[in-house]
């Protein structure tokens, strides 16, 4: 959980992007402070992935601009980067490598230094409890695995700031239990964004959701803030995004 003073890790002001005369986002705000997993709600169409495209810079905004820890990301990407770990929906591993070959990998594309990939494979292992199958290629993994080896690689450069794209499509109850919970330990020494269509996902794990409806964002609130008020999550994401239906 977050306090008044925590730091900001990743800011957005104004975000925009356009497509000839369609506007898929249209003037986001977005703020993240250490230790806090913010959740980020939307029907199809809404401008999450579009979101996320552009916070992972992915994909240049038509307007605004995206700090992470203070570095701009427009103008100074490979510096910004260093700071963010991403996974997205459909994880990019390769099937032919064992998870050590893989991570091996991972570390040297997020420019890790070479005195330090050792203990970095270690601890994303550890973290994303992969210690006993360093050795097993990905393609005789189980999906949940699977998906613990993604968010390895989206942690192996130790990043302030993780964002994760549906990470629990597709698995089974017991595979999302324990991804959920490693999304809670994450958020203890980083920030998350987790994008998800799932609104008992965010309960579980998040201490803020934002709802994004059109393009734009209609909702932000703590988890506690909610209860507090005695707003029921599905409720008001039904009330702020059923003209979507």
Do not use: W
């Amino acid at each position: 959980m977050t306090n008044g003073t925590a730091t900001i890790t990743l800011s957005a002001h104004n975000l925009c992007r356009h497509y000839g005369s369609h506007i898929a986002v249209n003037g986001v705000h977005l703020e993240l402070k250490r230790g806090e997993v913010l959740g980020l709600l939307g029907p199809n169409g809404a401008g999450k992935t579009t979101t996320m495209r552009m916070l992972t810079g992915n994909l240049a905004p038509s307007a605004g601009h995206i700090k992470i820890c203070g570095i701009d990301l427009l103008e100074k990407p490979q510096e910004a980067k260093t700071h963010l770990g991403f996974l997205p929906e459909i994880p990019p591993l390769y099937q032919e490598m064992t998870i050590d070959e893989y991570l091996l990998f991972a570390a040297k594309l997020h420019r890790v230094d070479q005195s330090m990939i050792s203990a970095a494979l270690n601890l994303a292992k550890q973290r994303c409890g992969l210690e006993d199958r360093s050795k097993y290629l990905i393609s005789t993994l189980s999906k949940g695995f699977q998906q613990r080896v993604g968010i390895a690689q989206a942690i192996i450069h130790n990043p302030d700031v993780i964002i994760l794209d549906e990470p629990t499509v597709g698995l089974d109850p017991n595979q999302i239990r324990e991804i959920r919970s490693l999304i809670r330990e994450l958020g203890t020494v980083s920030s998350v964004i987790l994008s998800t269509h799932i609104l008992p996902e965010v309960e579980a794990v998040c201490d803020r959701v934002q709802i994004m409806h059109k393009g734009g964002l209609v909702f932000d609130e703590t988890l506690t803030g909610l209860q507090q008020q005695g707003i029921q999550l599905e409720a008001a994401f039904t009330q702020l995004t059923h003209s979507d239906e």
